[in-house]
């Protein structure tokens, strides 16, 4: 590939750079995506065809393609629901495999326990998925590599990621419906901080925490532009979410290939004004925040929304009726 | 007994699990192999790696592909005599010496005296520089500065200061509980739950402090956790650390160790001459 720049297309850039900087207040339009949302009631062995069905709805090409599958694992406590459930993990790991992709990992770097492997075991992956030791990578530990933020909006201006991540042709970040007491929510995009290895940055990773929660959430949503995003919502979590929080059967999954579109979906079912959470405003500005900003498959909103109790510092979140 | 020759990777180093090499999986090998008596040449070529992690500021890279030093350096401070040279040692010390929590800086301290919070925050260590202290790193920090005072360091005074600060700062970091999470004792006003492995390194890094109420709750902590866990990493750092309190923990079974980290570790807490207790 010629990658050479004549003066001309110096001159022709500046000049649209130009023309851009003047209509720098317009705002910028995303394309419309679809989001769909599916009925499914419980952890049981339809979730397996529900998971299917619902992510080749999505016309995915993953023939031979190496995909990583990104859980939310952060905790484990019997009496509430933290984590992905390994249900749902492992019925995305047979999609992909059956619709052919060519490697499918899955892998994680939780923020606050150093011991994965039995973070993974307490939480049921190791009993659900067979081998599933072979089919993980632990983030936290995986070889890195430093990656530059192009305009970052945190105060970070690069970052090591781990080569598993950034080697695959897909990541699929597959997180749980949960309240959140700094980000308000958390979901797929949110879900992307167990990419940062803890061997670098330490558990928990706060350099992130004083790069600004919501400015690094949307620098490392755009570090990984092919990504695809499943939301666990058939038991969330309500109250002081992430860890401390109540289960919420919100009897749901949600995905799409816009995380941004199936995060803003997701807390309009969780009765949470989208345009109020500050990484989805940033990301994409409130005028793309709406309910039409997404193009809904499957369920309406209406029909599945379940409003998750919120703390009294996020009361101001509340989506109007 | 431990193969670590057969699992050790060619540059000498050991991945956590598997994979590439790491500082700190090294170190604790290293560590658990001078407990006993080690096969010299994967201890030395162990050792080789290790210090090739040196970097010019002093301080420590975690793994070859990271340009910085981070909360390592503190490994760097406690590894046998032969492995890391006197000079290195000195260095780590110096890096060490230089870095604390972001949340001790005169600016953030200026910044919540501002906002009317009065309550003194002891200086810790950090995992990575420009972040807040944190419980694993502080401990380290802690047991470094006091291997450094063993071995006749002359900067006494500041490093007994820092020690002193550090214990300070773990037992303001103290869980509801009594035992130690990553860090956080309240989120939003709510007690934070302690963990079985940062509880046992606290206790390690606090050996030496006099008998109190808080100790006491540490070491009831301890005993409860150590009754329930079943992980290596866990159960080790809570014998050590109990340990380090006078006190001998032995489990009922032997946990699975899934990890070099694990191995190490579960050697390290059976050993009767443990590096890493005074």
Request: with cysteine.
């Amino acid at each position: 590939m010629n990658s050479h720049f004549t003066r001309r297309d110096v001159l022709a850039t500046a000049a649209a750079g130009a023309a851009l900087a003047r209509c720098g207040k317009a705002p910028r339009r995303f394309p419309v995506s679809n989001v769909s949302i599916v009925k499914a009631p419980g952890y049981s062995m339809d979730v397996y065809d529900t998971v299917y069905r619902m992510i080749a709805g999505h016309g995915l090409n993953v023939r031979g393609r190496r995909i990583v599958l990104k859980p939310n694992l952060v905790e484990y406590d019997a009496n509430t629901t933290i984590n992905t459930h390994p249900m749902i993990v492992h019925a995305v790991y047979e999609a992909f495999r059956k619709l052919g992709a060519g490697d499918v990992r899955i892998a994680e770097g939780p923020g606050h326990r150093r011991g994965t492997l039995d973070l993974a075991d307490a939480a049921g992956y190791f009993s659900t998925i067979s081998q599933f030791e072979n089919a993980f990578t632990d983030l936290n530990t995986d070889a890195v590599a430093k990656r530059a933020i192009r305009n970052p909006v945190s105060k970070l201006s690069s970052l090591y990621l781990p080569h598993t991540v950034l080697d695959c042709d897909l990541l699929v970040s597959i997180a749980k419906m949960k309240t959140h007491h700094w980000a308000g929510a958390t979901l797929s995009m949110k879900n992307l901080f167990g990419l940062v290895p803890g061997a670098v940055y330490g558990w928990p990773k706060n350099v992130l925490h004083w790069a600004g929660i919501p400015e690094t959430i949307v620098d490392l949503h755009h570090l990984f532009p092919k990504q695809f995003a499943i939301v666990d919502g058939i038991v969330g979590m309500e109250g002081n979410g992430p860890i401390q929080g109540t289960p919420k059967p919100a009897g749901v999954l949600v995905s799409g290939r816009d995380p941004a579109a199936v995060d803003a979906t997701c807390c309009r079912i969780m009765g949470i004004d989208p345009k109020k959470i500050e990484y989805l405003r940033i990301a994409r500005g409130e005028e793309n925040l709406g309910e039409n900003a997404a193009r809904q498959v499957g369920e309406s909103i209406r029909a599945v929304r379940t409003d998750f109790q919120l703390i009294e510092e996020w009361k101001a979140i509340r989506l109007a009726a | 007994m431990t193969d670590w020759a057969a699992r050790q990777n060619s540059d000498g180093g050991w991945a956590y699990s598997r994979g590439c090499s790491w500082a700190e999986p090294t170190a604790f090998v290293l560590l658990a192999q001078s407990a006993g008596s080690p096969d010299r040449a994967s201890f030395l070529n162990g050792g080789k790696f290790f210090a090739s992690l040196a970097r010019q500021d002093g301080g420590w890279s975690p793994q070859p592909g990271v340009g910085e030093s981070t909360w390592v350096t503190a490994l760097a401070a406690l590894l046998p005599e032969d492995l890391i040279s006197e000079q290195q040692r000195r260095r780590a010390i110096g890096w060490l010496k230089d870095k604390s929590g972001r949340d001790s800086s005169w600016l953030y301290r200026l910044r919540r005296r501002l906002d009317g919070d009065k309550e003194e925050l002891p200086e810790g260590w950090p995992w990575f520089p420009g972040a807040s202290a944190w419980v694993i790193p502080t401990s380290l920090g802690i047991l470094a500065f006091e291997r450094a005072l063993r071995r006749g360091a002359s900067d006494r005074g500041e490093l007994e200061d820092r020690i002193v600060q550090g214990k300070r700062f773990l037992l303001a970091r103290q869980c509801a509980d009594g035992g130690w999470n990553y860090g956080s004792i309240h989120v939003l006003g709510r007690d934070g739950d302690s963990y079985p492995e940062t509880t046992g390194i606290a206790l390690l890094a606090l050996n030496g402090v006099p008998q109190s109420a808080p100790l006491q709750r540490a070491k009831a902590a301890a005993r409860r956790h150590f009754s329930e866990c079943r992980t290596s990493e866990g159960i080790a750092w809570l014998r050590m650390g109990m340990a380090a309190q006078a006190e001998t923990l032995t489990p009922a079974a032997d946990p699975v160790c899934r990890t070099n980290m694990d191995a190490a570790l579960m050697t390290l807490a059976a050993a009767s001459r443990n590096p890493l207790l005074a």
